[in-house]
């Protein structure tokens, strides 16, 4: 029978139940390959419950450093019969399956193409544990010593990381150092070797492994966000718990222990919008952390915002859609409702982290741009980056940084004879003055509204006031081109007819496929679009090749359309390419999807260029 | 309404309170509601309050939501900001700015269609978290805007202009303010000046979330014999359960009271709250007390208008919260940015 071979380069699939406490054990296997050296790319695949539920953990054991999802299983850890049977069919031919054979199950359970490794897991815990909980949370250390012998994972690696982990509570410490011990004799006596396994390599360096979801809390702390409003919702509520938790640490005042930040869990998404608005109105920096529902629920407020240009920022965690959708599954769905959220004429500015490094990075600028902009500005993160870890480069802050609180005029400013219009475009960018509630006796109060207004915030039903207002709102929009991150072009070896556009958490799939796709002989220059409004770049690029593949995690093609839309690109030239089951878009997906599409294109060049 | 315009040129002898602005800077633009309106006279009220406060106007944030009476902030404090929000959702956007700096005053102004219908969870919410502000609510139990529905404090059997009987049991605000944690609760009539002002000084100098409902006859649509509402009704249904004074810590204490008239009840900030008892048994500071007594009065028939409940320990939500004492929107990269070093420590837990 075959055997899959591999080193560095491998699938391991953990089957659980929810609520067993079997994630951390997984994590822990994953943070002893990548203490190796070798990076590794888990994703937790959880069910929208809290325990009883099938659950899955991915590592994928990468040394070439592609971190997105690769689709296939070399080794399935099957501890769930819940989901033995789909388990079970989805491993690779001449793969393998580790399972507790405590209870004898039937041929017809298993597959003639796979390799068994049987171990009696629960026979082995009830012997050695008499409390039910520790039965079930050493049963996962256990097979973690067992894999780890099967998979030559260093057990001082994995020892280091519970020193770490229960510093100063030495009985837990010893235990678990004991459970992963009796894991391990067991493997070296009763399991053969298989042919995954891992070698020490320096292919980590500095790279850090975190969440997106602290990462983009820890950008709002260093962007100097001062109040949080939230209301938890999966996968975006470990957004502002983390923000809480570092807040603790890094904002609290040395002198009186008093907190140089506030954090509300408001009622409802619409008053934690309303909580973010009242702070930017009144010179706050704040935000606030959801998913699409939650945005459904602010779009009232968010028009609002637009139209009374109030700074807010909004980290979208984006989920399955629509209504409650895939609560716990990962898609890009949520762009067309973020970039035009709210009724009447709205235009939003979104920005694209690929990974967590920039969840921090976006977050913090996004703190700066809704200020200098004077209007909400969503940072599109989605549960692939956000409640996964991820390998990414180390977070980085120039101390010499500044934060841009945009154009607040001041008491002096006013005392000199500033003309204060609140609304009036004195720069030619669009962006109107504001005052601070509060600053000045006499001069720079108005009265906000999102009703309709002149120049100076009075009132007016005039038509002409309002099409100066929307104009000068327009202009704004095309100041932010210049204000926000510029897409990334990577190009390709040789010159290229065909191009590809991306986005988020596409990054590393995508990157794996350019590879892939240029040991096929398929050269593609890709471009990663960073932020909407779309600069000229993009649409340059665009019409620099014949067609452009736009890949996305939606069903309906979204960057492709606000592109046509919002870019004025040709719509024959794109060719859309969508994965949208929930899972997170796969290298051999995308490989595949362009390979064919391009033999496709190379047979009948002519009449497709030819629209092109 | 009128259409008017004050001169803006005061006279010189008009009186200057103690921060040296006459009544006159604390009005604002020209009302557009309709002439009668018991929204005017509650503006009316705020102004004199925040005179006699001593208040300067720019250091009073005014939020609305949507409505009449969500109108009613560019009609006084014409100095001070507004925020003209959206419909229901005041307290949200108050709390927030009241987490941006501490030290402003918040004055959040609603209707009963604001706060009773599609704002009530809101309105409860902001109750329970101990906002520093004063929440009004000018209640007509009618739509002004959308010319006359029924709106969710309407009583049953209330009858409308166009003669519809209202046929649901009426939101009584006051009564949900003091189960959901107000620490402040008080009912007032746009038409009783003297009781509403004190009421309106004391509300404003609480440390805590204080509302005050205040009936304020609508006189295009719910002025008319049926309503519960209009004038004459809440004029002869008005059981007032104590007059107020309220004195700051500098005011001297003048006035002369009868043995056992008198309730004095002293705020976290030194300022007294001095009530005059109309119904002998009557104690503002018992909530449980007070619930029960709007609840008795209301079956048959009586608006309890007063100070209904005071708590005066309260605590604000800065200082559950342990925020410094600067206000935050003041705060720069220096107290905001943990640094590169801080950040190098986490790159290194990270590893």
Redesign the interface.
Known sequence: MQKIEAVNDFVIKFANINGSGSASANELLARAILRMGVPVSPRNIFPSNIQGLPTWFEVRVTEHGYLGRRGGVDLMVAMNPQSWDQDVREIDPGGYLFYDSSKPLPRSKFRDDIHLLAMPLTEICNETYSDARERQLFRNIIYVGALAWLLDVDPAEIEKLFGEQFRGKEKLLDSNIQALALGREYAREHLKPIALKVERRDR?G?????DGNSAAA?GC??G?A??C?WYPITPSSSVAEAFERYAQK??I?PA???????I?Q???E???????????????R?FTATSGPGISLMS??IG?AYF?EIPAVLINVQRGGPSTGMPTRTQQADLIACAYASHGDTRHVLLFPEDPYECFEMSAQALDLAERLQTPVFVMTDLDIGMNQRLCR??????S???DRGKVMTREALDSGADFGRYLDVDGDGIPYR?????????G???????TKNAYAV?SEAGADYVYNVQRLKKKFETAKSLVPLPVLTAARYPARFAAIFYGSTSPAMHEALDALADQGIYINALRVCAFPFQDEIAEFVAAHSKVFVLEQNCDGQLATMLVNEAGVNPASLISIRHYDGTPITARFITQEIAERVSRLNVRPLREDMVA | MTYIAKPRLHHPTLAKNRVGYTRRDYEGKISTLCAGCGHDSISAAIIQACWELDVEPHRVAKLSGIGCSSKTPDYFLGNSHGFNTVHGRMPSVLTGAYLANRELIYLGVSGDGDSASIGLGQFAHVMRRGVNMTYLVENNGVYGLTKGQFSATADKGSKSKKGQVNADAPIDLVSLALVMGATFVARGFSGDKAQLVPLLRAAIAHQGAAVIDILSPCIAFNNHAGSTKSYDYVRAHNEAVNRLDFLTPRDEITAEYGEGQLIEVRQHDGSIVRLRKLHADYDPTDRIRAMAYVQEHARLGELVTGLLYVDPEACDLHAQMNTVEAPLNRLGAAELCPGSAALEKINAALR
Do not use: C, Q
């Not at chain 1, 619409?270 to 009242?278: D, E, F, K, N, T």
């Not at chain 1, 109060?445 to 999102?450: D, L, P």
């Open positions: 980590v500095e790279r850090i492994f975190v820890l702390i260093y100097g001062m109040v409003a890094l904002r005042d009186t222990g008093a907190r140089r930040y506030t509300v408001a009622e409802d619409l008053a934690s919008i309303g909580m973010v608005i009242g702070a930017g109105w009144n010179g706050a704040a009232e407020f609002l009374a180390p977070f980085a802050w120039d101390d940084r500044e934060y005052t601070y509630p509060g600053t000045h006796p006499t001069k109060g108005y009265f906000t509204r999102g009703t009132y």
